[in-house]
């Protein structure tokens, strides 16, 4: 990446500002500098160039010192909270925040994991890459129900947009017609292994309406002639996408949609530039620009824009808003409906049930599939609600085979023995559900009244908890999975609820803390993802979202970030912004 794009200080006013490099902001500033504006994208961590910075990308296990186990003391000084997540490890670590100089506090008797990934891409760089449309059951649940205010927009209204970030970003699939899934743009879908197919198929007959589909992924699986142009490739199957993807493979800020910003020669980022607040200018009622500490010496220094998008995550960009303070909006700005900070949503994925695949010894594969099947949701309207609780949830295929490393072969020596470890064991397969949240304004979010960060920033604190209803879901859901596999034959079946062991946010899809609605009484944002209060500020991230759903959420972060951008540039050329 080219040197001249990164800043320090800055004196000039830009068209658009960008806080945040993810998922969200990678795309706002895309596409706002495609559109001409010229755009300045801030982080408050490091830059990570694409490659180059990919330091443990192709390294097998036995090349780390503790065979990917990070350092317990390294750990505990840290990585306490981060450690959590399925992604880190010793090849991973240097893309997760130190919690050491990340705190956070949470309210009494309640827990929260709060993950980050403070660089250049953000979390786009560890993802878990599953991408699916959300469909009118999503939009239309909390009404539906009356659980939650209704969302401002239908998929009507996105399905333009999902189609325009999937032929850019590129999303491995199959054509299902689903009506609680919509299709996306696909590349060809991973394929099924025998033993997947034919339970896959068993289901079918048991259960036609619980549809199991290969999971939709944001691989290219064959690049088009516009992923090549990128600079990216096919998908080589490793399964290794955290360590960093110089195939370009996977979608990230730094394979894809940073270069095509860079490329118009509109993008200048500032890094390591940690943003404090918003400036509020209460004549023009405009967000004049941001506040930012440096990550490294503490000094402070502003930049300015005529539009400011925040992109910083659910967590990060409510942080920001709570604490840009003014006469106006002394609870936060942009917050005259004082909801800014509540109906904090993750989603829950603490069920499920494994079992053993009898047969198909002489049956294997080739590679490590990035994908796995996926049953959607089944209970996505209230005629389909199970008596006892309200939503539902879907349910990821994990597959595979015992090897050496997990299977119970008795102790021995010699030869045979040596010969035994080297074959491979029994297939096992599970369903694994994710399942939809409620949104209740007791979970929230505000600033710790005493407690501030290393840059003098007052702390989250956290106050978010499981009710009765994610509870009662996970039950159903552990039976559900473990009736199913037995009726499809496999053996040793077993299921599992740990919602009482996992707090929320290691989903790692947090939303809801600066929903969108109709009415600026109970919401943050308009249909256009534009704050109510301020013409000129808007927040394209999870915070946005009126209720969790069921499906991964990325893919609609980024289809309501082009649709955002796309009304605020109309908007500013028609001088009302």
């Known amino acids: 990446m080219d040197k001249d794009l990164y800043i320090n200080e800055s004196n000039e006013e830009y068209d658009a500002l960008v806080i945040g490099s993810g998922i969200s902001g990678g795309w706002a500033a895309k596409e706002l500098c495609e559109r001409g504006l010229k755009t300045l994208m801030i982080e408050r961590g490091r ?49 997760f925040g130190n919690d050491k100089d990340l705190p956070y506090s949470t309210e009494k008797g309640t827990d929260f994991s709060w993950i980050r990934a403070n660089q250049l891409g953000g979390k786009s760089l560890i993802w878990h890459r599953q991408s699916y449309r959300f469909s009118d059951n999503e939009f239309n649940i909390n009404k539906a129900d009356g659980i ?37 743009v696909f590349l060809p879908p991973f394929e099924w292994t025998k033993p997947e197919f034919d339970i896959k198929n068993k289901l079918a007959k048991l259960y036609p309406q619980r549809p199991m589909i290969m999971g939709r992924a944001a691989h290219l699986t064959k690049p088009s002639e516009l992923h090549i142009s990128q600079g990216r490739v096919q998908c080589q199957s490793r399964n290794e ?52 500490i440096d990550n ?6 502003e930049y300015f824009a005529k539009v400011v998008f925040v992109c910083a995550s659910t967590l990060g960009s409510t942080q920001i808003m709570l604490n840009s303070i ?69 349910l990821a295929g994990g597959f595979g085979r015992k090897d050496w490393r ?47 960060d290393k840059w003098g920033i007052p702390q989250l604190h956290i106050n978010c908890q499981w009710s009765d209803n994610e509870v009662l879901m996970m039950e159903d859901a552990a039976q559900t ?12 079946v077993k299921s599992y609820t740990s919602i009482d062991k996992n707090a929320p946010g290691l989903a790692i899809h947090e939303v809801g803390t600066a929903r969108m609605g109709k009415d600026p009484a109970e919401s943050v944002l308009n249909a256009y993802n534009q704050t109510h209060d301020i013409p000129n500020l808007f927040v394209t991230d999870g915070s946005s979202f009126c209720s969790s759903g069921v499906a991964n959420p990325s893919l609609t972060f980024m289809a309501l970030t082009v649709r955002a951008v796309d009304y605020a540039v109309k908007e500013m050329n028609n001088k009302r912004i």
């Open 296 to 301: 490294d010496n503490l000094t402070t220094r």
């Open 481 to 492: 999975a473990k009736e199913m596999l037995l009726k499809a034959d496999l053996k040793d």
């Open 148 to 184: 939650g205010i209704d969302w401002p927009i239908r998929y009507k209204d996105l399905e333009h947009w999902y189609s325009h970030v999937e032929k850019h970003v590129g999303i491995s699939g199959n054509y299902d017609n689903l009506p609680q899934l919509p299709d996306s």
């Open 241 to 292: 996408c955290q360590k960093g993807c110089s195939f370009g493979a996977y979608f990230s800020t730094q394979s894809s949609t940073l270069p095509a910003a860079a490329k118009t020669g509109n993008l200048h980022i500032a890094p390591n530039s940690v943003v404090h607040s918003l400036i509020y200018d209460e004549k023009t009622n405009r967000v004049k620009g941001v506040k930012v």
């Open 47 to 95: 830059v990570v160039e694409h490659q180059k910075d990919y330091i443990d990308e192709g390294k097998g296990p036995w090349e780390f010192a503790n065979r990917m186990k990070v350092d317990n003391l390294l750990v505990e000084e840290q990585y306490k909270i981060q450690k959590k997540c399925y992604a880190f490890h010793d090849a991973t670590k240097q893309f």
């Open 326 to 394: 003014s006469k106006k909006f002394p609870q936060g700005i942009a917050n005259s409906s004082g909801v800014l900070g509540h109906y904090l949503m993750d989603h829950v994925y603490n069920a499920g049930a494994t079992g053993i695949v009898e047969g198909y010894e002489d049956e294997y594969y080739s590679g490590r599939r990035p994908t796995e099947a996926y049953m959607p949701n089944f209970q996505f309207k209230p005629s389909l609600y199970k008596k006892n609780y309200k939503r539902g949830y879907a």
């Open 406 to 452: 997990d299977a119970r072969f008795e102790t021995g020596i010699g030869a045979a023995y040596k010969q035994q470890l080297t074959q491979a064991s029994s297939w096992h397969f599970g369903l694994h559900a994710q399942g939809e949240m409620l949104p209740r304004f007791e979970n929230q979010v505000s600033l710790h009244k005493t407690k501030k």
